[in-house]
């Protein structure tokens, strides 16, 4: 089963033309995106912007709806009346760019031609003036999307991919009014856009309300454009928040059954109160009724960087982390599986500066405290470069706070690619009690050849390289087992190793003599 990530946006991303002409990267990064490991994002989820056509096509007249009731949506949240109240904030978004691409090759028909030249033009036989080849040509792609207003002047939220490289772009509101909207700013990171409607004013703007607040199992309504279907209503509920699913780099999802299709990218979630907790981003392809949503919060952090300045500055600390596991808890001495540890730290940044250290694991940001190590870069990135922020450490099994002055992150930083796994020489000697075979690593360090349990040795792989062990450095086999000897029996054994360009902390336990 082909399980290719697809991103349907304005122009079809999914078409081997616009492959080349567009790349998209993700990848869950920490606050110094170039030392942390690279999240490899879920293949079956794919943004929820409607196909591109391959030629320009007028999007259908959204459906009229009767004037707004005044009054409130009763407690006893009547379906009905919400639809009323909110359709009307709600707007449906027409992309347009133009490409320039080779003859026979416009389009999805059959051999890449255009569909309808193949039906209708010169398939084979001269070209026009002598040509003896296919003629380059321009052409407009079409794709469709939601939004929705913020403000009474024409502010628009929508998702940074419905517009991204858009040349064009028509928003049409549910009274059947339309506007050309100019892109005021842009944020890939977050997959947020804004966008503002020329000459339009006193327009129904959306309340926006707390995803913070939001619990699972409350009931939500989706209102978006699926599949060009303007103003469409779907009712569901909130079936689980802080959703991780690969998607960029503070992925903090909202997960729901309210049914979201291509074309309601940038259409917002609104609870049963008519407030806006989240915007409609992604959906899993092949699975019914799992649709993610960007939380409300995380956009309103962000909108008022948008509106002045047209892109958004955040802080970074320099550092890569990984999760916590119960075996790096036990380790480590976390009551939990909260935190997010330090795996490498880049000289001279934030967190080198305020003396942190490979080994820490950062337990709170300004008090907060992080329950998943992905938390750590959204609670970061929320504040501007030069904010000096407090973070709770445990270093050593003990507690303390530091201070760091965040630098800026630039918006060009990559995650690091996943290394391959490297074969396993034929030079592995036993280590004994903790059944890995290890031999001396080239360049210094050991390398794990092989893992005899991996039920037991869950956090070593083969090819890890081991650096340290308990933080003391590891030369050679030699030495790493004159550390391994001194270990207590029934304890822990924290290894730092190289996995490819990354460093990480795995925990193995010592058995008990």
Request: hydrophobic share 40%; net charge neutral; charged share 20%.
């Amino acid at each position: 089963m082909n399980t290719e990530p697809r991103v349907a946006s304005a122009f079809s991303r999914r078409t081997p033309l616009l492959a080349l002409l567009l790349a998209l990267g993700v990848g869950a990064v920490a606050c110094g995106k170039q030392l942390t490991p690279a999240a490899q994002p879920d293949p079956a989820i794919q943004h929820v912007s409607a196909v591109a056509t391959e030629a320009p096509a007028s999007a259908p007249p959204p459906i009229h709806t009767s004037e707004l009731p005044s009054a409130p949506v009763p407690a006893t949240f009547d379906v009905a009346a919400l639809a009323d109240k909110v359709k009307p904030m709600v707007v449906n978004i027409t992309t347009t760019q133009k490409v320039d691409v080779p003859g026979g090759m416009m389009g999805n028909g059959p051999d890449g031609m255009d569909p309808f030249e193949f039906f209708f033009g010169q398939r084979g036989g001269a070209h026009p003036q002598g040509q003896s080849g296919p003629r380059e040509r321009s052409m407009k792609r079409q794709a469709l999307g939601t939004g929705f207003i913020i403000d009474s002047q024409g502010y628009v939220v929508t998702n940074e991919h419905v517009i991204h490289d858009a040349d064009d772009v028509r928003v049409h509101l549910n009274d059947e009014r339309e506007f050309d909207a100019d892109i005021v700013g842009r944020d890939p990171k977050l997959d947020i856009a804004l966008l503002r409607l020329r000459g339009a004013k006193d327009l129904p703007a959306a309340p926006l309300g707390s995803s913070e607040q939001l619990r699972v199992g409350e009931h939500v309504l989706a209102v978006g454009n699926p599949f060009g279907l303007g103003h469409t209503v779907t009712l569901g509920i909130v079936s689980a928040k802080a959703r991780s699913i690969g998607a960029g780099p503070y992925d903090d999802f909202i997960q729901t059954d309210a049914s979201i299709n291509p074309g309601n990218s940038g259409g917002p979630l609104f609870n049963w109160r008519g407030e806006v907790v989240g915007i409609n981003a992604a959906i899993r392809a092949g699975a019914n009724g799992i649709g993610f949503a960007i939380p409300i919060d995380a956009a309103k952090d962000i909108l008022p960087q948008l509106r002045e300045k047209g892109h958004v500055e955040r802080g970074r600390l320099g550092l890569a982390f990984q999760p916590m596991t119960s075996d790096l808890a036990t380790g480590l001495g976390v009551d939990g599986n909260h935190g997010a540890i330090v795996s490498e730290v880049e000289p001279g940044g934030s967190a080198a500066r305020a003396g942190i250290k490979s080994g820490d694991v950062v337990l709170a940001v300004n008090g907060t405290s992080i329950a998943h190590a992905e938390e750590l870069p959204r609670r970061v990135a929320v504040h501007a470069p030069g904010t000096s922020i407090k973070l709770t450490i445990l270093r050593d099994k003990q507690q303390r706070e530091v201070s760091a002055t965040l630098d800026a992150m630039p918006d060009d930083e990559v995650s690091a690619p996943r290394p391959a796994r490297p074969t396993v020489p034929s030079s592995a000697q036993p280590t004994g009690t903790l059944g890995i075979q290890i031999s001396d690593a080239p360049g210094g360090g050991v390398r794990v050849d092989d893992v005899r349990d991996p039920n037991v040795v869950r956090d070593l792989t083969p090819g890890d390289v081991i650096v340290e062990l308990d933080r003391a450095p590891v030369k050679d086999v030699v030495g790493l087992r004159a550390q391994m000897n001194k270990l207590k029996p029934a304890s822990t054994a924290i290894f730092k190793v190289r996995r490819g360009k990354q460093a990480l902390y795995a925990a193995v336990p010592v058995p008990a003599k």
